[in-house]
Every structure is written in structure tokens, then in C-alpha cells.
């Protein structure tokens, strides 16, 4: 199957400092990528849906200038938390889909970055 | 409430069979998905089931869909050490670049 690779894999930041995640599909092209974010033993929320060339959607209570997300090519998006802050301590877990997939709308998940801010 | 709901925790031994449930509150879910996350990995898709369809089995996995009840149901015949796992369902609703609604996840625990 389509491969997305993530990274870095994980990153430990003091508080205030912005980090940037970056999300790869590596053998096929994504119009749309999605970024998630995972507390601890719970589900997946969708973050925002990011759209190439275009400006990213997204979800409600998610702040768009916390989190900067560009999706400059067609294999790659990256998500920037900006002043990053204790509170946005996560597992971030990017998704892609291959358009020129099946039609059961299958989306590819990156391995995921785990981000904890000091 | 949550759209789409699971319990949090199965323990079954070696050999035997898992069966692991979802519901779900959009009767406009199109596609519903079973998703595999091992710890601190990403998730692997296992199987999906269009929402026109009742019963898809693949190997050892099973998945039931009652579209009346909005359940779905994962079943694992033989289920083995390395199937201990978080196990989600997902929902796509409508065609096209939709984001998943996950449910909040099924650890199964296998003990030998």
C-alpha cells in the first residue's frame, strides 16, 4: 500500500519555541491531507483538512494561527505549532489520500510525532 | 455525545476469538473502517465494509454491519499475541476527500 512518513518522530521543545512537523506521502500524490491529534488513550480528532495550493480548513476550536498549516506540493504538508505551550503536548498524526485509489476513500496515516513541550 | 462509540477494553486468551463492537450515529456513513494502532505507531487499516453490505471477512477478521442498529462489529478468529492492540472504528460519510470520524478506541489485550 501508499506509504506517508512523518518527522521527526518525536520532539521535545522548551515552552514559547514553535516546532514544525513535516508529512510525506512517499509513492503517490495527495490533493488532501489530514492532521490529527491524539491525547492519551483517547481517539483521534481531526485537527484540519489541508488542501494543496489552497488555504487549509479548519476544525472548530482549533486555532489556524497556532497551528500553521502548509500544503506547498503534492507530497508534502506541514503542520507548525507556533509558541508551543505544555498544553499542546500530543501524539500529531498526519493522513493522506491516493486519489487514484479504491473508492472506499482509504487514507494513508503517517507513523505519528509525538511532541512534548517542557 | 460522541458519533461514533466503542468499548474500551477486551481480554481474550491465545486461540480464542475477539469480537470487538462499534456504534455509530450517522445514517449517512458511507464507508466504515477497522483500524489498528500498536503503540506509538501510526494506524494501519485492517479491513472496511461499504455501507450497502452486511458481512466482509478477510482472513481471520469478520466485519458485521447492522445498518439498522448502526453496529458494526469486528470479529478475530484465533486472535494471537500480536493482535493486542488499540482497535478503532471510523466513519467516512458522503464520496470524496472526507476526513474519518474516529470512535475512541478498543484495547484488546491478548494473554497466552
Request: net charge neutral; hydrophobic share 30%.
Amino acid at each position: 500500500g501508499a506509504v506517508v512518513s512523518q518527522h521527526p518522530s518525536r520532539v521535545i521543545c522548551k515552552s514559547g519555541t514553535s516546532v514544525k512537523i513535516e508529512c510525506r506521502s512517499l509513492d503517490f500524490q495527495a490533493t488532501t491531507m489530514f492532521w490529527y491529534r491524539q491525547f492519551p488513550k483517547q481517539s483521534l480528532m481531526l485537527m484540519a483538512t489541508s488542501n494543496e495550493g489552497s488555504k487549509a480548513t479548519y476544525e472548530q476550536g482549533v486555532e489556524k494561527d497556532k497551528f500553521l498549516i502548509n500544503h506547498a506540493s503534492l507530497t508534502l504538508s506541514t503542520l507548525t505549532v507556533t509558541s508551543a505551550h505544555p498544553e499542546d503536548s500530543s501524539f500529531y498524526i498526519c493522513s493522506a489520500r491516493d486519489p487514484l485509489g479504491g473508492d472506499y476513500n482509504e487514507q494513508f496515516f503517517g507513523p505519528g510525532t509525538r511532541l512534548t513541550v517542557l | 455525545g460522541e458519533d461514533v462509540e466503542q468499548s474500551l477494553f477486551l481480554s481474550v486468551r491465545e486461540g480464542d476469538s475477539s469480537v470487538i463492537n462499534c456504534t455509530y450515529t450517522d445514517s449517512s456513513s458511507t464507508y466504515l473502517y477497522w483500524y489498528k494502532q500498536e503503540p506509538g505507531a501510526g494506524l494501519q487499516l485492517l479491513t472496511y465494509i461499504f455501507s450497502n453490505m452486511d458481512m466482509k471477512q478477510d482472513q481471520r477478521l469478520t466485519v458485521l454491519l447492522n445498518k439498522k442498529d448502526k453496529h458494526l462489529s469486528l470479529r478475530i478468529a484465533d486472535t494471537q499475541t500480536g493482535d493486542s492492540a488499540i482497535y478503532f472504528c471510523a466513519e467516512s460519510r458522503g464520496t470524496g476527500r472526507r476526513a474519518l470520524t474516529f470512535g475512541s478506541g478498543t484495547r484488546l489485550q491478548v494473554q497466552p
